[in-house]
């Protein structure tokens, strides 16, 4: 048993140091197709078509055959691969034109004419396969295999080629990266700059077309098309500049076709493309989950603290207003029962804003059960009651609304109102700088009625 | 060369299966869902593995509720990364069917040394095997796709009817269907549903890119055919129905034109709904590239003959009666000149004499029309919107051609029945008001 643990164990880690030649061969160009999709794909998102490359890799098989049969028509009874991939090329690239040229001139809008391209073109190929596969050496010519791909029977020409397509990618990317960024974030300003609109999506496409070509053969139809669209919808999630987007989109595509091209060496049955693939999604759901820029994680934790800061501030305000309305002297406290009937706290929610507060050092716990401001929580309380009964004057002022129906707006704008607006609208209501003092309540306040506080005016 | 058994039998089966296919289809394009149709006829793969590992049956109801679950998994999926990620929705989409259906590949890659899942076999279909695998029913051998293709047909034809309304609400204004308590969720997630059953039950017949060409190219024809549902749902049936008997005459003919054998239905089938498309693309009356080209040319034809005529009065004018053709270069250039002349002369507006053109007393009337109407906005734009006199003339040259009647009057009024134009050109007056 631990004999054949260490026998794998040996053989992982002769395909991990890529000690086998196939395997060198098999992942490196893997990986440098999986960089130039990604690159390319990150574009293509931007541009929102990302599913272009899906309509581009169905409609290469009609073009395939075809050229397939030229090649049986000039004698090469040998698989010519230039050949085929022309004739790949060629027909991709009319599926993606149409698409363009067709979208905008009738109601059918770009999606049905990115299926109507997929399947019609699809379809035809098929009808053509099934013609060419009764010629003699349709077997040999490997024209299913674009199909499925055949990552593991890779040879030295097939990753020339794909070298060759992924250098080309880079440069190109490269030389033109300015003007596909224009592209791809406003097309009428680069009209506006003199640029040829029509050219670079010409060009930007050509290139999704002829890395669809070369991959076809090495994952597959339908798995050229994931790594044309994962990697760079994964890299969204880690920032939001184009330029590493462009890094960690070309990245991720690379360390999952590698991943993905190792593991099928160790385990010869599981298909090379679907395992890329599979890798490939594994690190999108990483992405998703834990990326920086758009990440549910990061979103959650955003959210949580706002949150907490809204509870905090709906404590310091509610301790101000009672202190205010019950007219005591410094400090600033009130009662815990108080607090509890100011507002409709979520289960917990009192305790957690006093955790809160007094962890930051605006409150502090007092004798007799009551919470205290501290000086810094004094402030800050004074400005929050400020900005919400600024909202509310000019709610009440400018908006026509009645003093008892402004508290629950107010309530919902005071932790959003940045300084600027709040001289604004101190401004807009008194004419002033902005440095009024605390306008006084337009409505009654919850606090002093509650029995057993002091009364308001009282005494 | 026809067996009318075997031949009739596919034809019969790969007409069912458009039918099923074209009535959730057509609700697909008008939701601009189309390549929602191709996600899910991928990602029904791994549930037809799962159901399949789970059955150990590769027919029969487990497959179809897996098939179905995978569907509105696909559905669900790329909603949730759409809303919760942020992702362009065709990205988003592209995510969950390619990974879904890379994840029914290895599954049924590692069930293949138990059973006959080919995976060839889910990409192309066999329609031409599917007479030799019968059931009986009442007595009659019936193919056993044929059966299960005529239930999902009349199935998804029962959910068109029935729910016709919802669909159409929830289509058309997903806003007004939530007033009307319609949940435009439950229609989305039904027609997904129904998409994922339809793909399942055609994925031996025809596979599974070309259950896209049925479900999307027959409505997506329809669609530039026919501007109300009820038309567009009844023509892609027929454009559907038409493409496989069409599909199934090319696969059988066709070939034989070059000296091979008979090639796949499904795939010509595929392009039969194509070929359609593309006549649909073309000769559409009111979305046809052909006809919207023609009326394009037919403006434009009109325009030249209004310049013609226009450019004839201002030489009458100057006092050139009879105008040599190389004074009108401009207006005369090209094909489309020649032909608004050749046009103008067969409506009798010129007469060709000697020494050139001249208009005819109906061509001196319609051009005085030109002219007024053109000399009105030169007025009324420098009058009343002050604008400079030497700016005028090339708006005043396009309004001409589009104002009627009622419009010169008003203008009329507004310049306060002036005499000459800007330019000091006289205005010429209404005919009917000299008459």
Partial sequence: MTLIADEFAGEAWRVIL????????????????????GLVGAFMMLRKRALLGDAAAHAALPGLCLAFFVGVAGGLVEKSTPLLLLGAFVSAALGALFVVVISGRTRLKEDTLLGVVLSVFFGVGVALLGVAQQLPGAQASGLESFIYGKVASMVLQDAVWIGGACGLVCLACTLLYKEFTLLCFDPAFARGQGLNVRWLDASLMALVVLVTCVGLQAVGLILIVALLVIPPAAARFWTDRLAPLLFISAALGAISAAMGAMISALLPKAPSGAVIVLCAAGFFCLSMLLGPARGLLARWRERRAFVRSVRQEHLLRAVFEWHEAAGGDAPHAAPLDALRSARRWSRGGLAAAIRQAVGSGFAVHLSGGRIGLTPEGLTKARELVRRHRLWEAYLIHHADIDPTHVDRPADELEHVLGPEMTARLSAALFGGEGTQPVPPSPHALPGPHVDGGPNRGGL | ????????????????????????????????????????????????????????????????????????????????????????????????????????????????????????????????????????????????????????AVGNAALTVLMFKELRIASFDPALSSLMRINPRVVHYAIMTSVAVTTVAAFESVGNVLVVAMLIVPAATASLLVSRLSAMLWVSVGLAALSAVLGHAGAVFLPRLAGFASTGTAGSMAAAAGLLFVAGLLLSPSQGLLPRAARRLWLRLSLRCDDLLAELARLDEQGVRHVPLSRLAHEHSGALGRFAMARLRVSGFVRRSADGVSLSTTGVQRAALILRAHRLWESYLVQELASRPDHVHGQAHVLEHITDKEMRDRLASAVAAAQHDPHGKQIPTEPDATR
């Fill in chain 1, 18 to 37: 890529l000690q086998d030649y196939n395997t060198r061969l098999v992942t490196l160009s893997a990986m440098a197709l999986g960089a130039s999709c």
């Fill in chain 2, 1 to 152: 060369m026809l067996n009318w058994h075997t031949d009739g039998w596919i034809i019969v089966t790969g007409v069912l299966c458009a039918v099923a296919c074209a009535l959730p289809g057509a609700f697909l394009v008008l939701r601009k869902q189309s390549m929602m149709g191709d996600a899910i006829s991928h990602s029904v793969l791994p549930g037809i593995a799962g159901a399949f590992f789970l059955s150990g049956s590769r027919a029969g109801p487990a497959v179809f509720l897996g098939a179905a679950g995978a569907g509105v998994l696909t559905a669900y999926l790329t909603e949730w990364i759409r809303g919760k990620g942020r992702v362009d929705e065709g990205a988003a989409m592209g995510v969950v069917f390619t990974s879904l259906f890379a994840l029914g590949l290895v599954m049924m890659v590692s069930a293949a040394d138990k059973v006959d899942l080919d995976p060839s076999c889910v990409l192309y279909g066999a329609l031409e095997l599917t007479p030799l695998d019968t059931v009986s029913i009442l007595g009659w051998r019936v193919p056993r796709a044929a059966a299960i293709l005529a239930c999902v």
